[in-house]
């Protein structure tokens, strides 16, 4: 299985990566290969000042070897050996029309000291985060998002886009970080669903993103904004930043097993506000957005 889930995502890498610089246009993903002193490595493509993409990274990795301590802590497990891959992508468009994009894919597995299987799952989710909301771009995505759900359990959309809901929520500003989408962890093999079951459900989520999200960008990408616009852009990217550095599991395993930090931090925008006290006009479309992020709706 994790053979075959890390072909996956080294194919859908390519996929990504080859239609983003089509829309693009002008700038191309820059590629690093990197190897973890502990065992495994990765390969990380990030693409900047573009035409339509302002910093983007879209990175796979495949790490194994001894489970640290804090994460043995973590899951409550004695002396464990770990494989993890995924892929995981943040897009941070030039425009504050069109919205920046998170998704990530990922299988795990858990073994004891004679190598034999102890624990495996999968997880992973797409996210959106306008900075000015659009109501059918919303529609959009999660439409999609859906239908990548429905096939597998029709219970699947609305338990992952609660869970999305819950988990993207900056709490020390009582708000979301955007409008959500999927989020699933720990898809574990049960009397309905094996793990090639699993294997086909994350499958079909990752094969929807550019579905989702290219649409949207071709939508917005030539509307015309002001400076204005772009500063709430930068004050709005700096919430993104404080998810990321406070509250995401997926940043502190790669901090905490040694990962690579410029592929851990890429997912960090490149030009950002914190100015104090700051609240949109009332009546607004910033206000508006901010509305919506505070009372997460349901959108299909």
């Known amino acids: 299985m994790k053979d075959k889930f890390y072909n996956y995502i080294q194919q859908l890498q390519d996929s990504i990566t080859a239609k983003l610089e089509e829309i693009d246009g002008l700038a191309k993903f820059q590629e690093d290969l990197w190897k973890r002193p502990e065992g495994g490595g990765g390969r990380t493509r990030v693409i ?121 929520w900056n709490s020390h500003r009582n708000e979301a970080r955007g409008v959500g989408g999927l989020f699933f962890d720990y898809c574990k093999a049960t009397d309905s669903m094996q793990m090639e079951d699993w294997y086909n459900f994350v499958t079909e989520v990752g094969n929807s993103f550019l579905e989702a999200y290219i649409p949207i960008v071709l939508k917005r990408k030539e509307l015309s904004y002001t400076p204005k616009q772009r500063d709430w852009q930068e004050v709005r990217r700096g919430r993104y ?42 009546g607004s479309d910033e206000e508006k957005l901010i509305q919506v992020l505070q009372n997460p709706k349901d959108w299909v």
């Open 48 to 168: 900047e000042n573009g035409k339509v993409f302002e910093k983007g990274g879209v990175n796979i990795s495949a790490v194994h070897g001894a489970l640290p301590q804090s994460m043995r802590n973590y899951f409550g497990v004695a002396d464990a050996d770990f494989f993890a891959c995924g892929l995981s992508l943040v897009l941070h468009p030039k425009s504050p029309m069109v919205p920046t994009v998170h998704a990530n894919w990922r299988y795990f597995e858990m073994y004891d000291k004679e190598g034999n299987i102890v624990d495996q799952w999968f997880g992973g989710g797409q996210d959106l985060t306008p900075y000015y909301l659009f109501e059918e771009d919303a529609k959009h995505f999660h439409s999609i998002c859906k239908n990548s759900c429905e096939s597998h359990n029709s219970e699947f959309y609305p338990d992952y886009k609660k869970r999305c809901d819950e988990y993207f």
């Open 241 to 282: 930043v404080e998810f990321n550095l406070v509250h995401d599991k997926g940043t502190l395993f790669g901090l905490k097993t040694n990962g690579r930090i410029e592929s851990i931090l890429m997912s960090l925008p490149p030009h950002v506000q914190w100015k104090y006290d700051h609240h949109p006009e009332k």
